[in-house]
């Protein structure tokens, strides 16, 4: 498949960096977990795109000092202030989730459509028996907004190294978050990339150019983040011995 070809992981496994995933509960065919020692004592970089963005975020503050950095590709990590929804809705959802938590009766648009540039990746998305398709069941919508409104209260806390690349013309999450993001949190290594005219799924969903633009950022973002830990290790290294 294309999406295995072409996907995130490929790109960056050619790049040079070992890659490591997981399924979300409900996502995907996970087989549980695995550990490999040999990279135990190597760097420690996140990357989560839309929703991943907020596991990103999440684990961080999980273990602040334990991961090295993070890419964050168009993230989840606040409901714009015109989508949010009134405190009363919230407090209903609160109530039926507890009867019909599987019920999909959430009034959003197709999100594949909107997410997705490219109407042949649309279809392969729309033929993929592991992605989910159809409006979100009212259990999963209610928890994307309280992580969202529990992140946006604690962005300041954002204390890692991190690259947020986001589409300038998304329309699933708001590149206005993600800048407000990068100018709360307390990273004193930060950066922003904005991409005029890019929709929301940058890693695979644009225009194979596009794409390109987007991987070159981040990989070069992460072979600096690497060269810059190498440098670290060896005046530590040297420090010990000395």
């Known amino acids: 498949m294309k999406m295995i070809e072409t ?4 790109r960056l496994a050619k790049a040079g960096f070992a890659v490591y995933g ?3 509960e409900g996502h995907g065919k996970s087989a549980g977990l695995q550990e490999r020692k040999e990279n135990k004592r190597k760097m420690r970089i996140l990357l989560g795109e839309s929703m991943g963005g907020a596991m990103v975020l999440l684990l961080h503050r999980k273990k602040p ?8 590709v168009a993230p989840m990590c606040k409901i714009a202030d015109d989508m949010k929804p009134h405190p ?3 407090s209903v ?3 039926l989730c507890h009867i019909i938590p599987t019920w999909k009766i959430i009034p959003t648009p197709d999100v594949i459509d909107a997410a997705f540039r490219d109407p042949e990746i649309r279809k392969e998305i729309r033929s993929n028996p592991y992605c989910y ?3 979100p069941r009212l259990q999963t919508g209610y928890q994307l907004v309280k992580v969202s409104l529990d992140l946006e209260e604690r962005l300041q806390e954002v204390s890692l190294p991190f690259l947020i690349v986001h589409g300038g013309d998304d329309k699933v999450t708001d590149p206005s978050v993600s800048k407000l993001l990068y100018e709360t949190a307390s990273s ?7 991409y005029k005219g890019m929709w929301h799924s940058l890693s695979y969903g644009e225009l194979p150019e ?3 633009i987007v991987f070159s950022d981040i990989i070069n973002w992460l072979d600096q983040r690497v060269a810059l830990g190498l440098r670290c290790m060896e005046v530590f290294t040297m420090c010990v011995r000395e």
């Open 7 to 10: 996907g995130a992981a490929t």
């Open 22 to 24: 997981i399924d979300y």
């Open 65 to 72: 000092v334990y991961w090295d950095g993070g890419v964050l």
């Open 88 to 90: 009363m809705v919230i």
């Open 93 to 95: 959802f609160t109530k």
């Open 133 to 135: 398709k159809g409006r």
């Open 188 to 194: 004193s290594d930060k950066t922003f990339e904005l």
């Open 210 to 212: 596009n794409i390109d």
